[in-house]
């Protein structure tokens, strides 16, 4: 093989469209630009996301930024709070009839601040490490599904 032999494959280079070289070439004439209006014309072209003077898109949609949409949703739940309470099975339901935490709460979790001295069982609600230990050391437990 020799350098001055090498030479493309077939097919995947395509000599360049001279445009506005007359009507044989194909693209005399207006050059495949169309006829009339601003594409047509030396210059003329816009930024992008210009809409012809409308409100663009990305000015006519609010600003969000990185606000969370979930955050006031997930709740904090006290161990006071669960104790309570005069249930032993407490799940997201629960909490919700007893309105300790919103209706609209998605999430909630237990956090170490009071004392429990009664058993109680804990089913698809988070805990902390020490609200966990102080729940099974009253002899409960926390089952998070």
Same mark, same amino acid.
């Given at each position: 093989? #020799?350098?001055?032999?090498? %030479?493309?494959?077939?097919?995947? *280079?395509?000599?360049? +469209? ?10 005399? +004439? ?5 006829? =009339?209006?601003? +594409? ?6 816009? =930024? ?11 000015? #006519?949609?609010? %600003? ?6 979930? =955050?006031? #949703? ?14 032993d099975e407490i799940d997201l339901l629960t909490l919700v009839q007893a309105d300790v935490v919103p209706a609209n709460a998605l999430?909630? *979790?237990?956090? &170490?601040?009071? +004392?429990?001295? #009664? %058993?109680?069982? &804990? ?5 902390? %490490? ?8 009253a002899g409960g437990s926390v089952a998070t599904e």
């Amino acid at each position: 093989m #020799r350098l001055n032999t090498i %030479k493309p494959g077939a097919g995947s *280079k395509s000599p360049a +469209k001279r445009v506005g070289r007359g009507i044989g070439s194909g693209l005399g +004439k207006t050059a495949g630009r169309g006829h =009339k209006g601003q +594409k047509s014309r030396a210059g003329g072209y816009h =930024k992008v996301g210009f809409e012809g003077g409308q409100m663009p898109l990305q000015r #006519r949609l609010p %600003k969000r930024g990185f606000v969370s949409l979930v =955050k006031g #949703r997930n709740v904090e739940v006290r161990l006071s709070e669960i104790a309570a309470l005069p249930v032993d099975e407490i799940d997201l339901l629960t909490l919700v009839q007893a309105d300790v935490v919103p209706a609209n709460a998605l999430s909630a *979790k237990v956090i &170490l601040s009071g +004392k429990i001295e #009664r %058993k109680v069982v &804990l089913k698809g609600i988070g805990a902390t %490490k020490g609200a966990r230990a102080a729940i099974e050391a009253a002899g409960g437990s926390v089952a998070t599904e």
